[in-house]
């Protein structure tokens, strides 16, 4: 059996929680990521058979039963986790009945996954329902995007506009747009169930005044996906002093989606398309 802590999607996770908490978007025990890991890769790395021990999962996990996910721990913090990835990680496989879950390896002072738990594994369900490639599913609290949502419009076809407007990668990199959901208490039922509805239409779910989910078939997609959007949000705010008066025009985003093969982007976000691109 080979080494977990030598797996790429370890490494891969690792890696992540690095670079999120350096750019400042997890403070304290902000943020949370799950990793869907399929089992002849999981097995290669663990014994399937042999459990360390089995914990509730405190919702209906139904829907992802037997799937194992590596997921960061309750109260760990991303910055602590290169420095011991079996006591702020864990792996974990969900029970047939969707209501406990075997602890695989991992949690080893007696953890249980990220307080965001369900919003992570409804969030796979429900994105598995219109990806089956789909892996990641990643949340944090970068800086400008919090930013954003103290003053911008939290209508989504609005915000997402703003983004697509400010920057010329972002129509490209997330032709689906931007989900918003407003403020609501995190770690809930609630906030879950509304985070993978959200899901089944966009990769991205901006939290009013808490953050961001991103989901993704890698690391690179989801983690790309949060850093365009972040980035766009640095530059809107470093502008909203002054009034904008250049912006990419509704039939410019059209075009860029002809020219990158973007057939199904969110038209219905931009209300100013001309005939030609109605
Ligand atoms: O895990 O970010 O949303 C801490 C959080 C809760
Ligand atoms: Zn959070």
């Known amino acids: 059996m080979k080494k977990v802590t030598d797996a790429p999607f370890l490494q891969d996770f690792v890696e992540a929680t690095q670079n999120i908490y350096r750019l400042g978007w997890a403070e304290r025990n902000g943020g949370n990521i799950s990793y869907l890991i399929g089992e002849d890769e999981a097995k290669e790395y663990l014994d399937l058979d042999n459990a360390l021990r089995t914990i509730p999962t405190g919702f209906d996990a139904r829907g992802v039963e037997g799937k194992i996910f590596l997921v960061t721990g309750a109260g760990k913090y991303f910055r602590n986790v290169i420095k011991d990835p079996a006591a702020n990680l864990g792996i974990i496989r969900v029970g047939a009945d969707g209501a406990s879950a075997d602890v695989l390896w991992g949690f080893k002072d007696g ?3 990220t307080s965001e738990f369900s919003a992570h594994i409804l969030s796979h369900r429900a994105r598995l329902s219109v990806d089956p490639e789909n892996k990641i599913v990643m949340h944090c609290h970068p800086n400008y995007t919090m930013a954003m949502t103290y003053s911008h419009e939290l209508d989504e076809a609005k915000f997402t506009r703003t983004l697509w407007s400010l920057n010329t ?4 990199d ?7 959901l407003p403020w609501m208490p995190c770690g809930t039922p609630e906030i879950g169930a509304a985070t993978a509805e959200k899901l089944k239409e966009f990769r991205i779910v901006v939290w009013a005044i808490h953050g961001i989910y991103a989901v993704g078939r890698n690391m690179d997609e989801a983690f790309g996906l949060i850093e365009t959007v972040e980035k766009t949000a640095t530059t809107y705010l470093i502008g909203s002093h002054l009034p904008i008066v250049n912006r990419i025009p509704d039939d410019g985003l059209a075009e860029l989606c002809s020219i990158y093969d973007k057939k199904n982007y969110r038209k219905d976000f931009l209300p100013e398309l001309s005939e030609k691109y109605k």
């Open 111 to 113: 953890g249980r996954p």
């Open 169 to 172: 990668e972002c129509i490209v």
């Open 174 to 180: 997330f032709p689906d747009g931007v989900g918003v």
